[in-house]
């Protein structure tokens, strides 16, 4: 071995002790005086902005747990960990939370893959997971101990559905990027759109890192329907909706949360007028939004947030009503648990899928760059 | 501590794919993108008869490398008259229509969802749940990697395929079956990486196809190349190297997103000045 | 009408693939390897035009060819100070794959240091893109001055190519540069001069992706794939080859999004690049 070779070899091996000693003195004590209850969510990444804004809401709601007394006479302590919002990053991390930090609950994650892929850890070990950004439709079977707070994408789906039925728009073609995300809601809104009395006039999907849609539209043209479901992230609806204005398509573009970002409508301007989404709504309170600003440094509020800070009080105030901070007990609070009051929505109550039993919809529309709410 | 395991597993995941495709990039010197299907092909064997036939993991360690060979077999006697450059890009391209099948084709693999759930291994009442129990399943897999990649490369196989290598004429002018020996070495190759698929998609309990793209292959490619390329030593401590040394950059402390981008530059500036100063790699003895 | 309307977007694809497989099949029959740096070259001149136009306000002609410039400027000294090293140590094109791959990454990476992970469009204003009837078809601005002004670049190629002294410089290297350096042709200089109008042209390609799709730091690995393929179908010896196959490619694109559906057509260029290779490896074209 060369010289340069075994420097590298043994900085690493320096590294990786001083890490290794770092760690275990870390784990003594503390152990019973605390209540800890993970987190997961994406810290890295190009979807990092949702996590580091949900982990703001999180320590907002832990602080004010702790301020008013903590939970069963313990203060309530959170671990934060990175998701990279994918299942294999995520399962990983949720075997850590449980195995090494003892943790009664998991909050999170956001994207669905990460969901879907850490739950069974959670499920096995008994420990409560609750999700407060996953929407896919998929999560309501993903076990006992699984919970979200915001409504799956059935909801916004059939929101959608029937919002276009109602509205004589029955012929829809449908649009949807290949992942969990847009497979999820495209089942969900050929559902809803039967049972709507509308028809699905062609169906098709794009690969994730695909912009180029103008075959897609070329086809979706030709069958001249009356609205076009198009589901996919900034980027591609940008591409997406500039190339169908090339091609004159005058049916309504209608889309899901993700297009609540602005970037999409200030690049459009005046090409995506008209164009319509569902995105949950939220009870969202000035004193929280205030509170966030203090804590992030600037005016920012991503919509999962208001689920992650009312997500963190739901299951303290299940831990006081099971009066045991263990898996199973608090699993069985969450499904009596009334919680009003929240920054997501007036009263969360979980239905036998761990789904929340209600979900507020409201409709945004597009005008020359600027986003309004539908009066419904 | 955990965290030192999960790195020792990871590193010996990787140690497992590097030494397997070194067999066939060192060893026969084929030029093969397709490491990452075969990863994907042992993880995707693993995970389904897991969770939809209720196998033991175990057992799955004994079919998905036959099944991975089965498929090499069949792909590697298709793309047997390719030659270098050729060769990469038919396995590029073998890999790249694994990735669709496997996104697309929902109810066997999936699909986008992935597959979640997949077991730990289990015998006799004990179960490798714990981060140190897998360690040592992971290093005995390792080992046992190990022990098959150095008796080949002592063995008289081995050396046929090192003298393939260095010139495939001559060696066919003697009457041997050139074509036959490099099927063997990459259907080898290609089971014994099934076995770090299979690991990995039990540890992780979840898999989908992004875990088996291009980069992942070419991940490996760096691993071998920078320990020394037909060096087994050097396939290990490429894989130890590529998988610590970025962790350790993550606690340097630069902003999240910023980390991720750092990383990836390093990595690329990496291999081009390795190319440039020591192409033979760390512990190479052969020149590439 | 559809018919009328996908050919004309597989032709405004075809021109796309057919401006990137010829400045990449420069390098690859002069340099005889597979230049993934490349990639980086159509993300600089695409990054540097909305840096001029988008940010800066710089007018349109001096932003194109500032950006030209740069991404050439960047093949160039991707030349002079990594491949020539190489080339003249007479190493295997598997080391000049690897380091030009490790090029590639490094460049995506510290573009997306500079300008974020999320796409990145060119047009000051998508509107500015308008659209123009074809006998019932439509196209926009982008696609056609795709379809009229690359035949015109690519015939000013193949003039060069046969009637000049850099051309003939050129094709001398293409087959052997041994001899050819003996018989008086300056290797290194040509070799510049091809790296540079690689570069230019893959910048070309970069710019237009950015006012047709957007950019993404990860574009360059994306789009150098099918522009292997598209060369090595054509024909990897040929000048005409990449182009043919960049139609190939844009015509099968095509007609899998119709009948297969979108989320098969990353799978297209791989299963002809192997049908290919099966039935006739040297490409459709030969020399």
């Known amino acids: ?35 800890k209850i993970g987190f997961i969510g994406p810290l890295t990444g190009d979807t990092a902005n949702i996590g580091q804004n949900a982990q703001a809401a999180v320590a907002i709601a832990v602080e004010e747990v702790n301020n008013s007394g903590g939970v069963l006479g313990k203060k309530v302590e959170v671990v934060y960990e990175d998701d990279g919002c994918n299942g294999a990053t995520a399962a990983n991390a949720v075997s850590k939370l449980i195995n090494t930090d003892k943790v009664v609950a998991i909050l999170g994650g956001a994207c669905s893959g990460a969901t879907l892929g850490s739950a069974p850890i959670a499920e096995a070990a008994k420990v409560v997971q ?20 915001v409504p799956s994408d059935l909801f916004q789906a059939n929101y959608a559905a029937e919002y276009l039925v109602r509205n004589g728009k029955t012929k829809v073609a449908l649009l949807t990027v290949k992942n969990d995300w847009g497979d999820g809601l495209n089942k969900a809104f050929t559902d809803a759109l039967a049972k709507a009395g509308g028809t699905i006039v062609i169906a098709d999907s794009f690969d994730p890192d695909v912009k180029n849609l103008k075959a897609q539209f070329t086809n979706i043209k030709a069958k001249n329907p009356d609205a076009v479901y198009f589901v996919a992230y900034t980027d591609a609806s940008i591409a997406g909706l500039k190339q169908a204005s090339d091609l004159g398509i005058k049916a309504q573009f209608f889309g899901a949360d993700a297009w609540d970002d602005t970037k999409i409508w200030s690049e459009l301007g005046s090409l995506g007028n008209g164009a319509m989404f569902t995105v949950v709504g939220t009870n969202s309170t000035d004193a929280f939004k205030a509170k966030m600003k203090v804590k992030l440094g600037k005016d920012d509020l991503i919509y999962c947030s208001n689920y992650a800070y009312d997500g963190l009080k739901v299951i303290a105030e299940a831990i006081k009503l099971a009066r045991r901070a263990t898996g199973p007990a608090i699993k069985d609070a969450l499904y009596k648990v009334k919680y009003t009051g929240g920054v997501s929505a007036k009263e969360l109550m979980f239905d036998k899928n761990g789904d929340p039993t209600s979900a507020a919809y409201v409709i945004k529309v597009a005008k020359d760059g600027k986003l309004s709410e539908l009066a419904q | 501590m955990e965290y030192i395991f999960h790195i020792l597993i990871l590193v010996s995941i990787y140690g497992i794919l590097a030494l397997a495709q070194n067999l066939v990039m060192g060893g026969a010197g084929l030029l093969t993108i397709a490491g990452a299907a075969f990863y994907g092909i042992g993880a995707y064997a693993a995970a389904i008869l897991a969770t939809k036939f209720g196998f033991n993991i175990f ?22 008259r390719f030659r270098d450059d050729y060769f990469m890009l038919a396995t590029l391209g073998f890999l790249m229509i694994f990735n669709t099948v496997v996104r697309n084709w929902e109810s066997f693999t999936g699909g986008s969802y ?40 002592r063995s008289s196989f081995g050396r046929v395929l090192n003298a393939i ?13 050139t074509s036959t020996y490099k099927l063997m070495a990459f259907s080898i190759g290609a089971a014994l990486t099934a076995w770090g698929g299979v690991l990995f998609a039990s540890y992780l309990t979840f898999i989908d196809s992004r875990l088996f793209t291009v980069n992942e292959s070419i991940l490996l490619w760096a691993m071998i190349i920078l320990g020394g390329i037909a060096r087994n030593r050097g396939a290990l401590l490429g894989a130890f190297l ?47 | 009408m559809i018919f009328w309307q996908l050919t004309l977007y597989a032709i405004s694809v075809g021109m796309f693939f057919s401006v990137l497989a010829m400045g990449w099949g420069l390098i690859l029959r002069s340099a005889k390897f597979f230049n993934l740096a490349y990639g980086g070259a159509f993300l600089v001149g695409g990054y540097m035009m909305f840096l001029f136009y988008r940010m800066w306000n710089v007018h349109f002609v001096f ?84 379809i009229v002004f690359v035949p015109v670049l690519i015939f000013v190629f193949a003039y060069i190519r046969s009637s000049t002294r850099f051309g003939r410089a050129m094709r001398a290297i293409e087959d052997d540069s041994e001899v050819a350096e003996l018989v008086g042709i300056p290797k290194d200089k040509t070799l510049l001069q091809i790296f540079f109008i690689s570069g230019t042209l893959a910048g070309l390609g970069g710019i237009a992706e950015g006012f047709d799709l957007g950019l993404i730091p990860t574009s360059g690995l994306i789009i150098i794939l099918p522009t292997i393929v598209a060369t090595v179908v054509g024909g990897m010896q040929s000048f005409w080859g990449g182009i043919l196959g960049a139609f190939i490619l844009a015509i099968a694109q095509q007609l899998t999004i119709v009948f297969f559906g979108g989320s098969w057509v990353q799978a297209v260029p791989f299963v002809i690049l192997i049908i290919m290779l099966l039935l006739r490896p040297q490409g459709i074209l030969k020399r």
């Open chain 1, 130 to 149: 609750l999700s407060y950004c996953s929407t896919n439709p998929t999560i309501s079977s993903a076990g006992d101990y699984i919970f979200r707070d």
């Open chain 2, 242 to 288: 590529l998988i610590t040394v970025p962790e350790a950059l993550r606690f340097i402390g630069f902003p999240v997103d910023f980390a991720a981008l750092l990383r990836q530059c390093i990595y690329g500036l990496l291999l081009v000045f390795l190319m440039l100063y020591r192409p033979k790699g760390i512990l190479g003895k052969y020149k590439l």
């Open chain 2, 59 to 80: 057992t799955t360690l004994i079919i998905a490398p036959l099944v991975a060979g089965l498929i090499a077999l069949m792909v590697g006697s298709t793309f047997a």
């Open chain 1, 1 to 35: 071995m060369t010289t340069t070779g075994k420097v590298i070899v043994w900085g690493v091996v320096a590294v990786l002790v001083i890490w290794g000693i770092v760690s275990m003195s870390k784990k003594d004590g503390t152990e019973s005086e605390t209540i």
């Open chain 3, 63 to 146: 932003s194109i060819l500032l950006s030209l410039f740069g991404s050439g400027l960047y093949m160039l000294l991707s030349y002079k100070f990594i491949f020539s090293v190489l080339l003249r140590r007479k190493a295997k094109s598997l080391i000049l794959l690897i380091a030009s791959f490790g090029l590639l990454t490094a460049t995506s990476a510290i573009l997306g240091m500079i300008f974020g992970n999320q796409s990145t469009l060119i047009a000051r204003h998508l509107s500015d893109i308008y659209t123009v009837n074809v006998f019932g078809a439509v196209l926009n601005l982008a696609q056609v001055v795709a």
């Open chain 2, 114 to 153: 992935g597959i979640a759930g997949i077991p730990k291994p289990h015998v006799f009442g004990f179960v490798f749940d714990t981060p140190l129990s897998f360690v040592f399943l992971a290093v005995v897999v390792l080992l046992i990697v190990t022990a098959i990649t150095y008796f080949i490369s």
């Open chain 2, 165 to 177: 290598r260095e010139d495939e004429d001559a060696l066919a002018i003697f009457g041997y079956k």
